[in-house]
C-alpha cells in the first residue's frame, strides 16, 4: 500500500476495522497463528488481546475462561481449577500455546501455556 492510499485509508476505516488489521498485522509478524486460520485439534501459538473474563463451573470445578481476540476471530482460553491468574485480565495482551478445539459452537483451547506479552504499537 503506498503511502497516499494508506493515508486515505486510515481516514476514512472504522477505529475497530484500523485496530484489527494492526493486530493482525502483530500476530503474523510474532509467528503466531491467526484465530480464522486454526484448525482443530492441531497445536497452536495464538496472539491476542483478552477482551473478557468469566469463572463458570465445569464439572463441579470452577474453570477460568478468558476471551483472546486476535483481529481475525476469537478464541476461548480455558483453564480448569482455576479462579484467576495474576496479571490476566481485559486489555492485557497473551500469547497462547494448546491445542484447539471447537465446542458449545465456540472455539476453545483448554490449559493452554501463556505468556503474558506487550505488542509492538
Known sequence: MNRLSKAVRTL????EEL???DLQEQVTKSGATTVATCRDRVPVTVLGTIRAMTIRPRAGVPALEAELYDGSGTVTLVWLGRR???GLGPGRQ???TGRITTAEGRRLIYNPKYELTALDT
Open 12 to 15: 476514512t476505516a472504522e477505529n
Open 19 to 21: 485496530d484489527a488489521e
Open 84 to 86: 484467576t491468574i495474576a
Open 94 to 96: 497473551v500469547r497462547a
